[in-house]
């Protein structure tokens, strides 16, 4: 599985951005995706995640509220709403991919190259 994440810029703090990450492979349903994040200086960290028929999703208790992870099969996307965004979500967004929706970075086997986000105050 290839993963390309995309949708990342600038914005004001309030504001929103939806970040889309589109994969290539076999299968793309049978996986669970999820977003991490990484700010600088800082370990990477879990942001959402969402099972492959979208029955459970999960949250940072960070971005709860706020963020909303979706997919679309058909299109091989998964897809991050960001709302009410903050300062403290600038970071460069990952998405990946693996067997089970968990917060655990291990979890994931496929990694997309990243988006920055970045929200100024």
């Known amino acids: 599985v290839q993963l390309q994440a995309s949708g990342g810029g600038l914005v004001q703090a309030g504001g929103s951005l939806r970040l889309s990450c589109a994969a290539s492979?076999?299968?793309?349903?049978?996986?669970?995706l999820a977003w991490f994040r990484q700010a600088p200086g800082k370990e990477r960290e879990f942001a959402a995640a969402?099972?492959?028929?979208?029955?459970?999703?999960h949250y940072a208790d960070s971005v709860k509220g706020r963020f909303t992870i979706s997919r679309d099969n058909a299109k091989n996307t998964v897809y991050l709403k960001m709302n009410s965004l903050k300062p403290e979500d600038t970071a460069v967004y990952y998405c990946?991919?693996?067997?089970?929706?968990?917060?655990?970075?291990?979890?994931?086997?496929?990694w997309g190259q990243g988006t920055q986000v970045t929200v100024s105050s």
């Open positions: 990946a991919a693996g067997r089970y929706p968990y917060r655990a970075r291990v979890s994931y086997d496929y």
């Open positions: 492979g076999r299968s793309f349903s049978s996986y669970a």
């Open positions: 969402i099972s492959g028929s979208s029955s459970s999703t």
